[in-house]
């Protein structure tokens, strides 16, 4: 063999990402495809991603059977727009829907839309949070939204999944018909289980959060939430299983973005938007493996049309990774972009977000606007409420703790991190003469972006009227049937 040959043949199997097969899958063969989306779930939360304190035993057997995703990234992180643009492959201000509780624009394609055509079954269990209907004509499995016990007159934020209905529609599913299933858990969205399972003086406190009691209970209770989320996750493989699917469906684990914790929910910083990303895939992707491919959950939608069988839609803002999956490549994208706009009169204070590999550039639109979410404002339920007074109380006794509320509630009109060395994202490196050239092609592709985008917007989200009492919200948090 020549050195030429033999140098080719080297470049392709260092090209092969660890996890996935050499052999080509066959997409548009009638894979079965299941989209399981955590409710608010931090990255760093689960085994597969390192935790060592959390018990989810069910998500670390399937990533053994995975490829986990490295470098995943939320569209929004709220959840009405990030699921919005996991269902879409369009970015928020795109499809419209840039608001939390917000509508998607008329005439926008949903992932029903794409795949109906190719002879699939499209259908949700658990929270929807998107719409409207006409363009989420989604089939709804029937009595997965169930109020917590004890929540039955205002479930409210205490809506909780059935798993038994899902299990029921699997069975009945036709061998020869293939059929797409979104599992949305309601877990680990607040309100957190009161009854918590977790010590909270053995839960881990982030450094960028104040230790108090009040916050390692609240961890606690968190944690016993992702606990829950796992254990339905654990049914429904087991429900594959038993109905003889597993062996011809594609199982994706995913969340729409990061917990409802400061400096997380409804921020630009990695805790929001990096989102835990698994797939699973018999025949071709061999478990195990890992890829630091740099994507965005924009690209699910033409991602699963291409390993359906179709021709993934080229006028959207996702890129199909089914070449990662098949290990034909083992990069993706360069950069990655996410959008924050508002949520009600809670959180006003509208960014966006450029992202690559390494650093991440955020521009705050409206700096001068006293950065507050639901964690310190809401009163009405638990997410925050519980803990935020003893973060107040501290700040007034120390250094620590007086700098973490000064950061919450104040936002430079720039932000630059690397995040191979500050992967905290606590010194920003906007100001430093060393990142001016850097910091200066980030602004310049952030503004080509954001005019591709048709993104004007400069200030916090327009407040539509509230809808009135008996009409049916344009995105209901659940379907009720």
């Given at each position: ?91 928020p201000i795109r499809h419209g829907g840039h608001g939390n ?248 204070a509208p960014a966006r977000m450029l992202r690559t590999e ?124």
């Amino acid at each position: 063999m020549n050195r030429t040959i033999l140098a080719f043949f080297i470049c392709i199997h260092l090209a092969v990402p660890a996890g996935a097969q050499k052999t080509k899958p066959q997409p548009g063969k009638g894979y079965n495809i299941v989209l399981f989306i955590a409710d608010d779930l931090g990255v760093n939360d689960i085994t597969p991603y390192g935790n060592k304190i959390v018990h989810t035993p069910n998500l670390e057997k399937f990533s053994k059977e995975s490829l986990l995703f490295k470098k995943a990234f939320a569209g929004s992180p709220t959840c009405g727009p990030s699921r919005s643009t996991i269902f879409t492959g369009l970015m928020p201000i795109r499809h419209g829907g840039h608001g939390n509780h917000s509508g998607v624009s008329p005439g926008t394609r949903s992932l029903v839309q794409y795949l109906q055509p190719l002879g699939y079954r499209v259908a949700i269990a658990g929270k929807l949070h998107v719409g409207p209907e006409e363009i989420f004509p989604f089939e709804h499995v029937s009595k997965t939204n169930v109020p917590e016990p004890g929540h039955e007159k205002k479930p409210g934020l205490n809506y909780d999944l059935n798993m038994g209905p899902v299990d029921q529609w699997l069975r009945r599913q036709q061998k020869d018909t293939p059929f797409m299933l979104i599992v949305a858990d309601h877990s680990p969205h607040v309100v957190w289980p009161e009854k918590y399972t977790y010590d909270p003086d053995k839960v881990d406190i982030p450094g960028k959060h104040i230790d108090t009691k009040e916050t390692r209970v609240a961890r606690a209770r968190y944690y016993t939430d992702i606990s829950k989320m796992d254990n339905n996750l654990g049914r429904l493989l087991s429900s594959l299983e038993k109905n003889g699917l597993a062996e011809n469906t594609i199982v994706i684990f995913t969340a729409d973005q990061g917990p409802q914790w400061p400096f997380a929910k409804w921020n630009l910083y990695d805790d929001g938007i990096a989102t835990p990303l698994m797939v699973r895939w018999p025949g071709t992707i061999k478990g195990g493996g890992q890829t630091s491919a740099l994507v965005s959950l924009a690209d699910l939608t033409p991602t699963i049309v291409e390993a359906a069988g179709g021709e993934a839609p080229r006028d959207i803002d996702g890129q199909s990774f089914l070449p990662v999956l098949t290990g034909a490549k083992d990069t993706h994208s360069e950069y990655v972009f996410a959008t924050h706009t508002g949520d009600k009169m809670m959180n006003r204070a509208p960014a966006r977000m450029l992202r690559t590999e390494r650093y991440k550039y955020i521009l705050n639109l409206a700096p001068e606007i006293l950065y507050t979410t639901h964690i310190d404002l809401a009163k009405d339920h638990d997410g925050g409420r519980e803990y935020w007074d003893s973060w107040r109380a501290k700040s007034f006794a120390g250094p620590h703790a007086a700098a973490v509320l000064w950061r919450y509630h104040n936002r430079p009109e720039e932000e630059l991190y690397d995040l191979e060395t500050d992967p905290q994202e606590l010194h920003n490196l906007a100001a430093d003469p060393g990142y001016a050239e850097l910091i200066a092609r980030y602004r310049i592709k952030m503004a080509e972006w954001r005019t591709q985008q048709h993104d004007s917007f400069t200030g916090p989200e327009e407040i539509k009227e509230t809808p009135q009492k008996g009409k049916k919200p344009v995105a209901p948090y659940v379907f009720l049937d």
